[in-house]
């Protein structure tokens, strides 16, 4: 495939737009959170709606105002600076969105730990990125990888399907940094394996079905 190409599956697939989808993956397959999708809509919309401005919007709007205030020099080519500055504006965002859903009732616990593993993996991410240039788009489609596997121990169920997808996207867009040279191996491996790792693990030892 072409630069294009690799080019579009990365943005396709950027960082920013992991935890929406990780979010809908937990809302449809946990049995013990909220009701069907068929007889109430809104909760789907809600959730979904508030993890995508908090974590897509949000740092949209403020990244593009650091660079029109002049704090970083590039969004889309960003130096390691500048990816210090955006991940660490990111990451209160994403803490904004835990704290939204810190109150939710115990039948939504998958729901706030998933959040719970994403703010663990942004700050890991933002330690890490200060010795290496870790890909985060590594970490993204780590963490939905990560997601799917906790979800199958924490529910109990066959999620083949669900874990397929993620670890083609997984090979995707790890295949787009490496191809557009934006990354070496090891920055790609370490970020899978911060994703992977931190959504697996909370789930594991942070989620208890009734």
Known sequence: MGKKIWTFISYLFHP???????????????????IPLEANVEPWVIVLG??????????LI????????????????????????????TSLCFILVYYSFHN????????????LGINISII????????????????GVG??????????QYTHTNMFTWLAGAFALVILTALARYKL??????????GLII??????LVFFFHTHPA
Not at 104 to 115: H, I, V, Y
Not at 181 to 190: G, Q, R, S, T, V
Request: net charge neutral.
């Open 16 to 34: 920013a737009i992991m935890p929406t989808l990780g979010t809908f993956v937990v809302l449809w397959n946990d049995p013990y959170l909220f």
């Open 50 to 59: 508030v993890v995508f401005i908090c974590t897509y919007v949000l740092p």
């Open 62 to 89: 403020l990244s593009f105002s650091l660079f029109k205030m002049g704090r970083i020099s590039s969004i889309s080519h960003p130096t390691e600076n500048d990816r210090h500055i955006l991940l660490g504006f």
């Open 104 to 115: 939710f009732p115990s039948s939504a616990q998958s729901l706030k730990t998933f959040m």
């Open 124 to 139: 890991t991410t933002l330690i890490t990125s200060l010795f290496t240039k870790v890909s985060f788009h590594s970490v």
């Open 143 to 152: 963490g939905l990888l990560g997601t799917v596997i906790g979800l199958m």
């Open 181 to 190: 040279k934006a990354h070496e191996a090891f920055e790609i491996y370490l």
């Open 195 to 200: 994703g992977i790792a931190t959504q697996a």
